[in-house]
């Protein structure tokens, strides 16, 4: 059947065919008039007909099987759910996305056997945002995470929530700080494995960790819960600038780093799928995996993401991937959102909730066909504003056009002009005029909690109440102050953009002192960005300029008192530099402005606690701890609070579960050693130093355990472990060497074992 047969379902629908029709009607028999003595005839059908419409009639339910697939979600409740999230992957650098040169074997055979997405937008080009909208379902401005190191209010509810109330086990494997359980996403996870720099007593804002050691962390986990159902998150972040994928991938792809951290990344998508196949969950497990956001790449001068709106950084790959529940795979054209995975995903499994109401919608209808019209996508970005002090940026896109509210509003054709080379904002007033308000709207919905776009009557004008609530919202743009933008547009900063790119460039070389040079210019221009002076003041104080540094942060609080960054900046620099009650004052402040802030909570407790007051440093742990429970350094810290002011049993408590999660770590073994020696429990130190020396041997270990064999009585051991320890004990502390050698030659006199 040609193709112009199909699009009308069945009718016949160029003229030589409505002809034939016509004839072959005319053709049957009249219907006789009734005369009184005569019967009337009834009209006969042609049995060639009646076979034609038959095959007719056949072919159609064919085409609407081939065209409806069909799902089997019954099944579905009982299955796994994986969500692999790959941060700052453009869809565009993939191969089942048409890159040729790229290598990613294992998410092209994800988008072969399953549902490949071809538009997708994320709702913000930022990792945080972005990942709040795919465990909630909501659009920023409902979720309230505008940017990265926002948090997630109480009340908010994540699928995970959800599907742990259905009796899903639930954990969450993350790469890089910026989904740290401290701002919330952590929410319904039983857990949530953001363990990197563990020894470190702070995370630094670029804190991440490679999908090597990602996966490990969760092939570990499934290893331990592979018979239960459950829902996993497996988050990849090493696509993120700056761009060094390890060998072979750094050689192979020496010209296009971007890609080789693609092609290393994928490599590890393919032994998610091993550990599945391995453990023969692979089929009873549905795969969702999604870019949370892409990258620009300088194609708009934008390197990284964040700043603009355009495709680039905002058009992200979706696969949704299970053989038994899609068992025909396929490619969906239309709009979609990444708004639209929780509900999905409820729809999957049916973990419903009375008031949660996810403002996206179930892809389900899209893959049935049933389903045919473009999705409208809200995406905004407050990173501009919040880091440089530039306007934010808010756009739509409906079937074909973008809309880009901004203070030089930008509007592209998308279908003809694909790469938005061609602004038309100018010259297509009636588009550009029902654009706005339908985006006027759609954020008044959003914000209210309703679907963005529910609506099927036109968007009106909104009132002056309607554009005061949008200011309120924080979407200054659409009713600026006085008629003029009270924050630049961020097309107009190009030339400082590209300055601001050159000076991150040299400090990711370790340039320090070029950075600080450039950082110097751009403080001038950004006299009210915190980044500012607390990208200079690190610079500075990479070069051991500290009292620049100081007077640098100092400088930018004078502009911006209660800046939270500038704060926190200033009481680090304050501890190192050894100037302890300014740095404590300091951080009070800041715990004045945020009592959740770990870095403060972390400084003031160790500032106390190494001033000899305990007890006062013990609040500031806890609190620290109630945030981020994973830290290694916070929890041996406590540990060790505990332990020096007698409170043995709550320390061994904490190193004990401690050793739970670091099994190779001798200084746990050793420090619950001690404290069992303390409380004079030597049975249980023996056991716990002997393990401390077999995992590493160190001079401290083994005169400790020579310590804890003599109290107990062992003289044997003792003098076995007190010779092992001066064998091995140059450069250790003069005054355990005394008291080893003293100690040895009394037991050796008792015992008759003088040498």
Not at 153 to 180: C, M, R
Request: proline share 6%; aromatic share 10%; charged share 25%.
């Amino acid at each position: 059947m040609s193709k112009k047969k199909r699009k009308g379902k069945g009718r016949l629908e160029n003229k030589s065919d409505r002809r034939l029709v016509t004839a072959e009607t005319e053709r049957q028999p009249r219907k006789a008039e009734a005369q009184p003595g005569r019967k009337a005839r009834k009209a006969r059908i042609s049995p060639w007909i009646i076979a034609c419409l038959i095959l007719l009639l056949a072919g159609l339910a064919a085409l609407i099987r081939l065209r409806s697939p069909r799902l089997d979600l019954k099944s579905a409740p009982a299955f796994n759910l994986l969500l692999i999230t790959l941060d700052t992957t453009r869809a565009d650098h993939l191969g089942c996305y048409g890159d040729k040169e790229a290598r990613t074997p294992n998410l092209d055979r994800l988008a072969a056997e399953g549902w490949r997405f071809n538009r997708v937008y994320c709702s913000a080009p930022l990792t945080l945002p972005s990942h709040a909208t795919i465990l909630t379902g909501l659009e920023p401005v409902a979720h309230s995470i505008r940017n990265n190191g926002h948090y997630l209010p109480a009340g908010v509810k994540t699928i995970t929530e959800l599907l742990a109330g259905k009796g899903y086990k639930t954990a969450a494997f993350v790469s890089s700080f910026s989904v740290d359980s401290r701002f919330g996403l952590d929410r319904g996870f039983e857990v949530y494995d953001d363990t990197f720099q563990a020894d470190l007593p702070f995370k630094t804002n670029n804190a991440e960790r490679r999908a090597e050691a990602t996966f490990a962390r969760f092939s570990t986990w499934l290893e331990n819960n592979y018979k239960n159902k459950f829902f996993g998150w497996v988050h990849y972040y090493d696509p993120h600038l700056p761009y060094d994928p390890p060998s072979p991938y750094r050689e192979e792809f020496a010209r296009q780093l971007y890609d080789g951290e693609i092609a290393y990344m994928d490599f590890y998508v393919g032994k998610i799928l091993e550990a599945l196949q391995a453990k023969g969950l692979l089929d009873r497990t549905i795969i969702i995996v999604a870019g949370d956001h892409g990258e620009g790449l300088g194609d708009k001068i934008e390197r990284g993401h964040g700043l603009f709106l355009y495709e680039e950084t905002v058009r992200v790959p979706l696969i949704i991937w299970n053989k038994k529940i899609f068992p025909k795979s396929g490619l969906v054209n239309q709009t979609v959102r990444l708004l639209d995975i929780t509900p999905t995903i409820m729809d999957l499994t049916g973990a419903q909730e009375p008031g949660v109401d996810p403002q996206g919608k179930s892809l389900l209808p899209v893959i049935e066909k049933k389903e045919r019209k473009d999705r409208e996508a809200l995406i905004e970005t407050f990173y501009p504003r919040e880091n440089f002090s530039w306007s934010e940026l808010v756009a739509l896109v409906t079937d074909k056009w973008k809309y880009i509210q901004c203070p030089r509003p930008e509007l592209y054709d998308l279908k003809s002009d694909p790469e938005e080379r061609k602004n038309l904002f100018d010259s297509s007033p009636a588009a550009t005029a029902s654009l706005k308000k339908q985006l006027e709207a759609d954020l008044l919905l959003a914000a209210s909690g309703k679907q963005a776009g529910s609506s099927s009557e036109p968007a009106p004008g909104p009132d002056a109440a309607d554009t005061e609530k949008l200011r309120s919202l924080g979407y200054l743009n659409f009713a600026p102050a006085k008629g003029v933008s009270t924050f630049p547009d961020p097309k107009e900063k190009i030339d400082l953009l590209r300055l601001i790119q050159q000076a991150q460039a040299a400090e990711y070389e370790e340039k320090y002192a070029e950075a600080e040079q450039i950082y110097l210019q751009i403080m001038e221009e950004l006299p009210d960005s915190p980044a500012s002076y607390v990208n200079l003041a690190i610079a500075q104080a990479r070069q051991q300029k500290m009292n620049e540094a100081l007077e640098t942060l100092n400088k930018g609080l004078a502009r911006i008192p209660d800046s939270e960054i500038l704060l926190v900046r200033l009481g680090h620099t304050y501890l190192v530099s050894g100037r302890l009650a300014e740095a404590f004052s300091t951080m009070n402040q800041v715990l004045k402005l945020n009592p959740r802030n770990v870095d403060a909570l972390t400084v003031c407790a160790g500032i106390l606690d190494t001033s000899g007051r305990k007890e006062e440093a013990r609040p500031y742990y806890e609190q620290a701890l109630a945030v981020e429970p994973e830290s290694k350094f916070l929890r041996m810290s406590y540990a060790g609070n505990l332990a020096s002011s007698g409170q043995l049993s709550q320390a061994i408590e904490v190193y004990k579960k401690l050793i739970d999660d670091y099994p190779g770590d001798q200084a746990f073994y050793q420090y619950t050693g001690i404290a069992y020696s303390y409380l004079g429990d030597y049975s249980q130190a023996i056991f716990y130093l002997r393990q401390a020396v077999a995992i590493k041997p160190t001079p401290v270990g083994i005169f400790n355990l020579a310590v804890a064999y003599e109290k107990s009585g062992d003289s044997e051991n003792a003098i076995k472990y007190f010779r092992l320890y001066l064998e091995s004990s140059a450069g250790d502390n003069p005054r355990s060497i005394a008291q080893a050698k003293a100690e040895l030659s009394r037991l050796e006199k008792q015992s008759g074992q003088v040498k």
